[in-house]
């Protein structure tokens, strides 16, 4: 995911493209699909079953992805434009042509914690793994119990996030990892505290509940991380 740096696919910055061929291949792209049988690329197992090895099956474009692999960073950008994406990630459609609220409040930190804590762990190297089945069950609000004007500010709040890098959980939450989590107090970005609060607001909870779940996120990571070193 090193390539979505933002909560927003960017694709000007993805350096890698696909062919994806819908009609008649024109004169140029005909030479290429040449070049490629050249290679040998249309006896590779994975294609030379198709009718036109070069042709990719059709696709429902996504509304968000996410990495397979989870270390300190957390997000499920968005996205806007046409792009495919390897099995490297997971994509997720909504159902909800309005699929922004809801990619904005899966981009809260209380769907952090809910995948944080649903992932499937490997000490050893530090990451968490995240398949079709955690994403499904990732907990999150129903948009539809946000009043009008809440849900319009919880996309305008996450819309304005987009154009910013994904920082570390700790930096998102104003934790330094390197001290006790317990002992500091929770210092989120104004733009997570912002989003944050009205998902909070939405679920009831307290100003202590609040830093509960700032806590356990940060803390949570900060163990997989250390169980990680000291293998």
Known sequence: MKEVENYQVNINLLKSLVLFCKEKPSKNLLDYIKWGEKQNFHKRPSVKSREHWYILPEKTFPHFVSNRFLGERFGFPIIKNE??????????????????????????????????????????????????????????INPKIL??????????????????????????????????????????LPDRKALD?????????????????YWAVAELVKTRLEKARSV
């Open 197 to 213: 609060d009205i998902i909070f607001d939405a679920l009831g909870l307290t100003e202590e509940e609040r830093k509960e779940v």
């Open 83 to 140: 792009v495919l994406v390897c099995d490297v990630f997971f994509v997720g459609i909504f159902k909800d042509i309005d699929f922004d609220i809801y990619v904005s409040i899966m981009n809260g930190t209380f769907s952090f914690l809910s995948i944080e804590v649903i992932a499937r762990k490997t000490y050893g190297i530090g990451v968490a793994y995240i398949y079709g089945p955690e994403i499904s069950n990732l907990l999150m």
């Open 147 to 188: 009043k009008h004007e809440e849900s319009v500010k919880t996309k305008e709040i996450f819309a304005n996030m987009r154009n910013r890098p994904i920082y570390s959980i700790f930096t998102e939450l104003g934790f330094d990892p390197n001290k006790p989590i317990r002992e500091q107090e929770p210092n989120p």
